[in-house]
């Protein structure tokens, strides 16, 4: 693993803005894996702006997102599908028909989830995934416990999980119970990782998936057994390292 230790916020904005943008310069038609949370907020602000700017093309840019919540419309603006377009896909020259994310309003979800494993796979596979990561260590919605050997699925979500993102929600019992994640298979194949670890409250998981032991009780782990992995944290998160 690479282990890079931003000096501020910004400097963690632009170091992994640097590694995606990279990517797609030496392959424009990469496949990209993309997640979302509050972490990759300022790398996708930064990939917009050099868009903008025309220092990097996403015209044949693929793109598969991690996971998304069981139940949500498109149109909700708790869904992965709205804060993709809003804060990355709505602002980028990217083709339509080159996005995907998982249909969380599908009544058959192991028929959709099976769908997406097999388009990636059609893609090529994924060349570079960006990752944040769950207070419980989980990397998609990939909960303790989860078998590394997982592929795309429905899957439901841990209590902690459920509590960390009422916060988006007017109240808990709004937080869907369900989602459809990659699995952590599906992450491992991807050629090229990076995982992006920002905040005090994430020092503790960030020491346990970096340097702890390797185990399903912290799906994060896994990643050390992943031959291209950066890992960028900012100083508060790399605190205990
Ligand atoms: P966050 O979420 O970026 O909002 O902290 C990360 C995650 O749960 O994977």
Known sequence: MEIIIAKNK??????AADIVSQQIKDKPDSVLGLATGSTPLG???????????????????????????KGLAKTHPQSYYYFMFKNLFGKVNIQPENINIPNGEVEDAEKECEEYEKKIKEAGGIDLQVLGI????HIGFNEPGTPFDSITSLIDLDKRTIEANSRFFDSIDQVPRQALSMGIKTIMQARKIILMISGKDKAEIAQKAINGPITTDVPAS??????FVTVVLDEEAASLL
């Not at 769950?134 to 260590?137: A, F, K, L």
């Open 222 to 227: 896994v990643l050390q057994l992943h031959p």
């Open 134 to 137: 769950g207070h419980n260590g």
């Open 43 to 69: 790398l996708y602000a930064q990939l917009v702006e050099r868009n903008k700017k025309g220092e990097i093309d996403f015209s044949k840019v693929k793109t598969f997102n991690l996971d998304e919540y």
């Open 10 to 15: 910004e400097d963690f904005d632009r170091i």
